[in-house]
């Protein structure tokens, strides 16, 4: 009978040694992936975190170049504005020229008298008065 019991153990060993190698095979294919796994994501993630903050310049981007458009734009109107406002004094400065070189007391008088109205009325102070010499 012992001679049988030691075939039986030997033949369960050598299923145990057969299957020892497979079993070590197999774990480090998994671990194997499982690590091949975490890298790719983390490759992912660095690439969409890449991708986000490209994106985000982008944005910076077309916004500031939005900003300075806007700005030129403005700068222009103020310009305009001030062309014209400087063009209207300059003929309003002419014309009263032109009108007391002539003394047409009429146009004179009249002159005067718009333009106390005109200051009056901008003002807006109950308590202005004027003195008349």
């Not at 009978?1 to 497979?22: G, V």
């Not at 077309?62 to 400087?86: G, T």
């Not at 002539?102 to 901008?122: A, W």
């Amino acid at each position: 009978m012992c001679p049988s019991r030691s075939i039986r153990w030997s033949d369960s060993s050598a299923k145990k040694r057969r299957r020892r190698p497979n079993e070590i095979s197999v774990s480090a294919e998994e671990e194997f992936n499982i690590e091949k796994l975490q890298l790719v994501e983390a490759e992912k993630k660095k690439i969409r975190q890449d991708y986000e903050r490209k994106e985000k310049q982008v944005d910076v981007r077309k916004k500031i170049e939005y900003s300075m458009q806007l700005n030129a734009s403005r700068i222009k109107v103020l310009q305009a504005q001030d062309a014209l406002i400087s063009s209207m004094k300059e003929t309003a400065a002419k014309e009263i020229l032109h009108v007391s070189h002539h003394h047409n007391d009429h146009s004179y008088k009249k002159l005067l008298h718009d333009l106390i109205v005109q200051v009056l009325l901008t003002n807006n102070n109950p308590c202005d008065f004027v003195l008349c010499f």
